[in-house]
């Protein structure tokens, strides 16, 4: 981690290292949201059985910072994409096309990519699970000390609890 006038900035990459990002924190560039998310599609695209920790940055604090070129796109939906480097096939981040964010696959930031990231710093900290009830595992999302969802806090979502029945 950096900072700049700015802000604080935190770099992350693609495995390979061929595609590499700044997100710049400050108070005005919060993440939107960070949660562990249990949809079938965060699940599959990432090779995961449970859930894939996903940040929501502003997209004005965020910048592709080489590689750029190499980034494919997937839409599974009209209004929903994927971005991922063509070279090593790490997925990068994704949203629905006109959210205000980027949803950054949190494993790609630095801070979180080394061989001991303890302790996680409290900014990359999950604060909840998402879309329990599409998880195969849901008894491993119900076994930490985060919240769960059915499916989405308010206000976009039910802000139901999960439970297991």
């Not at 090779?47 to 997937?74: C, R």
């Not at 209004?79 to 070279?87: L, Q």
Request: net charge neutral; glycine share 8%.
């Amino acid at each position: 981690r950096e900072v700049s006038n700015m802000g604080e900035v935190y770099k992350g990459s693609c495995t390979c290292g061929s595609v590499t990002f700044e997100y710049v924190h400050s108070e005005e560039s919060k993440p939107m949201f960070n949660i562990i998310c249990n949809c079938h599609p965060c699940r599959r695209v990432n090779n995961s059985s449970n859930g894939v920790h996903v940040i929501g940055v502003p997209k004005q604090s965020f910048k592709v910072t080489a590689g750029e070129e190499l980034l494919a796109e997937y839409k599974p939906l009209p209004t929903f994409y994927r971005r991922w480097c063509t070279k090593c096939g790490t997925g990068m981040y994704q949203g629905p096309v006109e959210a205000p964010f980027y949803g950054v696959f949190a494993n790609n930031f630095e801070a979180l990519a080394s061989k001991n990231p303890h302790p996680i710093p409290a900014l990359f900290q999950p604060v909840a699970h998402i879309n329990v009830e599409n998880s195969p595992l849901p008894s491993l999302c119900l076994a930490g000390a985060l919240p769960a969802f059915k499916d989405f806090p308010a206000p976009n979502g039910s802000n139901e609890m999960f439970k297991l029945e």
